[in-house]
């Protein structure tokens, strides 16, 4: 089928709407017809030429949701009609890492995904027969995509998409990093870096969690605002000081839990910075720029503050993304007042350009 979509012909340069081909989906699966797509830092970063892994020609977007049009043979889970939420980090529910509850990473297609390609090592995508790579195995910025059934979640349809595809990345992200990697603990004090998609969802997990205090620390007044209104107590401006005020306002200790959701090293050594000596936690949620590395203080250690990373919240998508939708139907996790822009496909570059102004949380492209 013809398709259209947003191709990354050349990093630095403007996605580019073209028409594409599209092929069925083979064993194993789905084509989902796209309804919305959240336009993440991630497409950005890969756009831009910054990411090491990076590849072109590709058709980027990974922050979708869409209903399922046609199933490849051996589709057991999801069938014509259903409502999904694309998800990059997949589950297959059977391989050791997905049998094991500390980790999310899926090794079933891990390799041929990061190559662009879908399990069977080829694509589906192709323009006058010259193959196009699948971004990050889901490719969202097009009307149609086809994707392995292991990296589809089936939501609750009474979900709108256009609320849905946030939990997608950004959303469960945060979400994840504070219930799942950090495994907040109820009274304790929690400090989130950042308060874009990614930290004001960690900031609504640390209130899910129970968290007595949160503080959240950015370098805008308007995005701190809004993460009051995720359950912060207290807010900071972002500055060179930004630790110490920190350690001043948990009574010279620190933080039990920390997050960094900016991707600036010299942010992730706050959050190390500003954790509590004895047992604080410093959860990095945030992808640093090629080549950069994390200088922490080895007494910050001995002294028993701990450091982890968190991809994707630890979120095991299939089983978590369905639960962490409810509880936005129920009122649990105020979704709405991220959408900040709905864009058109034609209008994607404009995504990156509200990106870069940090006009916004999130643009979200709506496919009609």
């Not at 503050?305 to 509880?327: I, L, T, Y």
Request: glycine share 12%.
């Amino acid at each position: 089928m013809k398709v259209r979509a947003a191709v990354l012909e050349e990093f630095g340069a403007p996605l580019e709407v073209q028409e594409l081909e599209l092929a069925e989906p083979k064993a194993g699966e789905v084509l989902v017809l796209l309804v919305a797509c959240g336009v993440c830092h991630t497409d950005l970063y890969t756009a831009s030429g910054a990411d090491p892994s990076g590849y072109s020609p590709t058709v980027l977007g990974h922050e979708g949701a869409g209903v399922v049009e046609r199933v490849g043979d051996d589709v057991q889970d999801v069938e014509r009609g259903d409502h999904v939420v694309t998800l990059f980090s997949p589950q297959c529910r059977e391989c050791e890492h997905c049998r094991d509850h500390r980790t999310n990473l899926c090794l079933a297609i891990r390799e041929q995904q990061n190559q662009g390609f879908l399990p069977d090592g080829t694509t589906r995508l192709s323009r006058d027969g010259e193959p196009i790579r699948h971004f990050m195995g889901t490719s969202t910025f097009a009307e149609y995509t086809v994707m392995p059934e292991i990296a589809l979640a089936k939501i609750d349809p009474e979900a709108p998409l256009d609320r849905a595809c946030l939990f997608a990345c950004g959303l469960s992200t945060g979400l994840g990093a504070a219930i799942n990697t950090a495994k907040v603990t109820e009274g304790s004090t929690c400090v989130v870096f950042g308060a874009g998609m990614v930290g004001l969802g960690a900031v609504a997990g640390c209130r899910l969690q129970g968290a007595a205090r949160i503080i959240c620390v950015d370098l805008s007044k308007s995005r701190l605002e809004l993460a009051r209104d995720q359950g912060a107590t207290d807010t900071l401006i972002g500055s060179v000081d930004a630790a110490e005020q920190v350690v001043e306002l948990t009574g010279g200790f620190g933080a039990d839990y920390t997050f960094e959701a900016t991707g600036s090293v010299h942010v992730m050594r706050q959050a190390v910075e500003s954790a509590r000596m004895g047992w604080g936690l410093a959860t990095m949620c945030g992808v640093a720029g090629k080549g950069e590395t994390l200088d922490i203080v080895p007494r910050l250690l001995i002294t028993g503050r701990r450091v982890a990373g968190s991809s994707f919240g630890g979120v095991k998508g299939r089983d978590q993304v369905p639960q962490f939708v409810e509880r936005y139907l129920v009122g649990d996790i105020d979704v709405d007042a991220f959408v900040s822009h709905r864009l058109t496909l034609d209008e994607v570059n404009r995504g990156f350009e509200l990106m870069e102004a940090q006009d916004g949380i999130r643009s979200v492209i709506d496919f009609g």
